[in-house]
Structure formats: structure tokens, C-alpha cells
């Protein structure tokens, strides 16, 4: 039982005793919940660079 062999959650700190996943990275790791949040940044952050606005609306009259 050494803490060394413990793996922490560079973003939040929980350890592998706590999360079922931490992925390892060199330098930092993640824990499955801090890339839940990441993903639920980025598929937001994602929904408003894509305004209906912003799509051009072209090649409607093919025919
Ligand atoms: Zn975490």
C-alpha cells in the first residue's frame, strides 16, 4: 500500500481508488469524470461556433 502506486487526477486530484478510469498522460492525468466535463465544454463550446447564421446556405437551386 504505497501511495506512489496511486494515480491522481491531475485536474482534481481523486486517485484511482476513487475514479474507475484515470487516463495517464505525460506529465498530467485525467480522471473519467474530469473528461466528462471536458466533453461537455467542448460540445458547447461547439454548439455556439455553429449558429444557424454562420452556415452559408448555398446550392439550393440545382435544378
Ligand atoms: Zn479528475
Known sequence: MSED??????????????????????????????VLACVEILIGANETEHTPEAAPVQGEEKE
Open 5 to 34: 502506486d496511486l494515480i491522481r487526477c491531475s485536474f482534481c486530484g481523486c486517485s484511482t481508488e476513487e475514479r474507475k478510469h484515470i487516463i495517464v498522460g505525460s506529465g498530467a492525468n485525467i480522471c473519467d469524470k474530469c
